[in-house]
């Protein structure tokens, strides 16, 4: 009777031990196709637009996360085959466990697999990539203080120019901002597998002990398989090591110990070379080793430490050495000079008012804006502040064409509503109803959470 009893409860669950696991693996198929990384200025990319970087310059295109997401569905298919094939069995022979558990945690492992690598690449190795998070993160905190309105605040609340991307802790946090759906399926996927593997378990009386020679084949390849693992990861983070050993270096003034340590770094990976944080490291470091002979480095550290001392004519000062040296900039350089710009910008403005732009403020702002967007012409602060300061002028056309130009920059639905009411607004002043009334009602239309009441107080007063 027992024995039946056991038998009636294993055919019953047969099913849910194929169809969990299989639609884990769908799961995991699905996850590439799902966005993954959500950029502060709209743009969004899905598993298969972004490729896997361990940290060997070894990084093409064809190898991207979708890819690894087909490849770690696999076994959690395989899983679902074993079941099934084992459910055609005669029902006569008592039968093991299904898949067993190391087969099912695999695949449970396997399915978390593309997520931690993500996790590894964009904390560890990808430091471009995190700069150019970094620098959208602030342009776009940096708009939202211009806003004459509030909208919906971050997961994590952060302040512009309080974050560079150069720790652990602000990368978790510019990570938990940006946070996708692609990034959640895997978690669903490996969660479905563990439930039907200790549902499974509690379900089944009988327990199988495998070969000692297939358990011991088992340990040997997990053991390689973590060596693997082991010796690919270790460069990037030998790097990460490096570096945080470097700023220790510089905290006590050991510069030319932390001069060696950041060569180690960028060594171990190059992109480091691509981080404003790294330079402004070294250029402390070069800094007081030859307080005579200023390199780029040292100015751009110089920048940094004038722009927290409050000394503000300083740090321009330097700024305009570093143009009038380098008409060319490269990218890091730029970055570093926007992100300085932004915050002389930022500074003028909140000092004297902290909601408005004010007309006495133009004739210092204007320039630093004009001069951000020769540097960069894809700095939406740049574009929109620009905007801003031309309508507080009543030069109306500049305006609108500077939120033009922010609208081609961006997909970010607050901060286009933003640009679409000011060109609206600017078609008002110059008596232009008819159009100025579709702008509202698109700036209205990507305006969901009923944020901008500038665009909706104007919209109503034309009805």
Not at 209 to 237: D, E, K
Request: proline share 5%; with cysteine.
């Amino acid at each position: 009777m027992v024995k039946q009893a056991h038998s009636l409860q294993r055919l019953l669950t047969r099913p849910a031990h194929i169809l969990v696991p299989a639609l884990a693996g769908i799961l995991m198929l699905c996850a590439g196709f799902l966005p993954w990384l959500d950029y502060p200025l709209g743009d969004t990319f899905t598993g298969w637009q972004l490729s896997v970087d361990i940290g060997w310059q070894l990084r093409y295109r064809l190898f991207n996360y979708g890819l690894l997401c087909i490849v770690c569905a696999l076994p959690a298919f395989a899983v679902a085959s074993k079941h099934w094939r084992r459910a055609n069995q005669a029902r006569t022979t008592p039968e093991r466990e299904v898949g067993g558990k190391p087969g099912t945690y695999l695949a449970c492992l396997c399915c978390l697999l593309p997520l931690a690598l993500f996790l590894f690449q964009y904390m560890c190795v990808d430091i471009q990539s995190m700069s150019s998070l970094t620098r959208q993160e602030i342009q776009m905190l940096s708009v939202i203080n211009l806003y004459d309105y509030r909208i919906p605040s971050q997961l994590v609340q952060v302040r512009p120019f309080e974050i560079d991307g150069s720790t652990f802790v602000e990368r978790a946090v510019l990570l938990l901002n940006q946070l996708a759906p692609g990034l959640i399926v895997p978690c669903v996927s490996a969660w479905l597998l563990l439930c039907c593997q200790l549902f499974s378990s509690s379900a089944s009386s009988a327990r199988s002990i495998a070969p000692i020679t297939r358990s011991r084949l088992r340990f040997n390849l997990s053991l390689l398989g973590v060596l693997a693992g082991v010796l690919l990861l270790s460069r990037p983070a030998g790097a990460m090591l490096c570096d945080y050993q470097a700023r220790h270096e510089l905290a006590i003034g050991d510069y030319t110990t932390a001069t060696i340590w950041l060569n180690h770094a960028q060594t171990l990976n190059p992109a480091f070379e691509q981080a404003p944080y790294y330079h402004i490291q070294r250029g402390q470091s070069e800094y007081f080793l030859h307080p005579t002979n200023l390199t780029t480095n040292s100015r751009i550290y110089l920048i940094s430490v004038y722009l927290e001392q409050g000394n503000y004519p300083g740090a321009y000062r330097e700024i305009s050495a570093i143009r009038n040296l380098q008409p060319t900039l490269p990218p890091w350089e730029a970055d570093a000079i926007n992100t300085a710009l932004m915050r002389l910008a930022e500074t003028a403005r909140i000092r004297n008012d902290p909601r408005l732009l004010r007309l006495d403020l133009d004739a210092a702002v204007l320039p630093w804006t004009q001069a951000m967007i020769q540097i960069d012409p894809s700095n939406v602060y740049a574009q929109y502040l620009a905007g801003r300061v031309y309508y507080d002028l009543n030069d109306f056309n500049k305006s609108a064409t500077q939120m033009t130009t922010v609208l081609q920059l961006t997909h970010n639905m607050d901060l286009q509503s933003s640009a679409y009411t000011y060109i609206a607004l600017s078609q008002l002043q110059q008596g232009k109803t008819a159009n100025a009334r579709k702008l509202l009602l698109k700036a209205v239309e990507l305006d969901p959470e009923y944020s901008n009441n500038t665009a909706r107080e104007e919209l109503s007063g034309l009805h």
